[in-house]
């Protein structure tokens, strides 16, 4: 073990950890939902600690061989993702208080230690490199946060984007294999006028091509970001000259168009930019939610149901009625909408909490938004 201190006192320390104090605190407090940060936004978090040693060593604040360490550290974990050696230790649990300053510190701390290492020093010698003179210099949590969630989510509309864009071409696909096949439909669930299959198919593939052009366009919004900012948004202990430069290479190291947000202040302690796509999200999942019905309705019977589409049999679904089987895929889809659903929820009342200069509920934003959207890429995916 190894002491490292702070100003409430010691903590032990694993020799060979490359995580800090002020994580093996938060290992201790925040053991609650037993679920890590996301993936992605650890990674977002590393894109804004690598262009940020960039811009302090541009500007002259930061000496260049401990930039560089600090850099190389970030390309490693970048690069490798969860495979790269240090990844292990970068863990803080989703649900935390302190607005996520136990994972930007958590980061800190990870490449601080890879930097030393790489500098030919031992685990915890911050007189080489410090997790917070050198690995945050010119940040604060306030600003490396909320600029990392908005690369991640970016990112996630993407993914979403182009896993709705191949659901919506199947459901066209259908529309015209079945564009000349007659059936009844049903208003209230009540005999109605004649329709084609191909047409029910068409409805459910324009419901999708919607919610995928509002989750395509909202991402001109995410892309306003407030790193420079620091602390409450007015950009002390930030030089503005770092503030643009660390703006400039974001944008350019990866490629997602961001621009610095006009009014930082605005942009560090309002979320309901996240509430937006959360909404969005939302309406996907009941669009999804409305199709499984219809599909599991339709699919009824064999014998005393609809019986006007075959689904997909995907198991065995009864222990005690062999033969039996279940809408599976269905009913999961159904689940997820629901979810996502209860995730929105969460996201509004977090948003909401949040007070003054800030708002210290993001981790839960964070952890809802970005589960949301990797459940439904799965979901959609299938």
């Known amino acids: 073990m ?76 970048l690069d490798a993702g969860k495979n790269a050696s240090l990844w292990p230790f970068l863990y803080t649990d989703a ?24 500098l030919g020093g031992q685990l915890g010698d911050y007189t080489l490199v410090h997790p917070i003179n050198h690995v945050n210099l010119s940040q604060s949590t306030n600003d490396v946060y909320p600029t990392a969630l908005r690369i991640a989510a970016i990112k996630q509309t993407r993914l979403l984007s182009g896993a709705l864009a191949k659901l919506q071409e199947s459901l066209q696909q259908k529309e015209n294999t079945f564009s000349n096949i007659l059936k009844l439909g049903r208003t209230q669930l009540m005999d109605a006028l004649p329709i084609t299959v191909g047409q029910e198919f068409g409805a459910w593939a324009r419901a999708i091509s919607r919610d995928r052009w509002r989750i395509y366009k909202v991402e001109e919004r995410l892309r306003e970001i407030n790193i420079g900012g620091t602390a409450v948004g007015t950009g002390m202990n930030a030089p503005l000259e770092y503030t643009y430069t660390v703006t400039s290479l974001l944008q350019q190291n990866t490629g997602l168009g961001l621009c610095r947000s006009d009014y930082l202040m605005d942009t560090t302690q309002n979320l309901d930019v996240f509430v937006e796509v959360s909404g969005l999200l939302k309406a996907l999942a009941v669009n999804l939610i409305k199709i499984s019905s219809d599909l599991r309705l339709l699919g009824s019977g064999p014998t005393g149901g609809l019986g006007e589409l075959k689904l997909p049999q995907m198991q065995p679904g009864s222990s005690i009625m062999p033969g039996k089987v279940n809408p599976v895929i269905c009913e999961m889809i159904a689940q997820v909408g629901m979810k996502v659903i209860g995730n929105d929820s969460c996201i509004t009342q977090a948003a909401m909490m949040g007070q003054l200069e800030l708002n210290a509920f993001t981790p839960l934003v964070a952890e809802a938004l970005l589960e949301s959207f990797g459940i439904l890429y799965n979901g959609v995916n299938l």
């Open 2 to 77: 190894r002491i490292e201190q702070d100003q409430i006192g010691e903590v032990k320390v694993p020799k060979n950890a490359y995580y800090g104090i002020h994580t093996a605190r938060a290992l201790e407090n925040f053991t609650v939902s037993n679920r890590c940060v996301d993936e992605g936004l650890i990674c977002a978090v590393i894109e804004v600690k690598k262009a940020a040693a960039e811009a302090n060593i541009k500007v002259g604040l930061l000496d260049a061989k401990i930039g560089e360490a600090i850099i190389e550290t970030c390309d490693e974990i």
């Open 95 to 118: 649900l935390q208080g302190g607005a996520g300053t136990s994972t930007n510190m958590n980061v800190n701390e990870v490449l601080a230690n890879g930097a030393i290492e790489k």
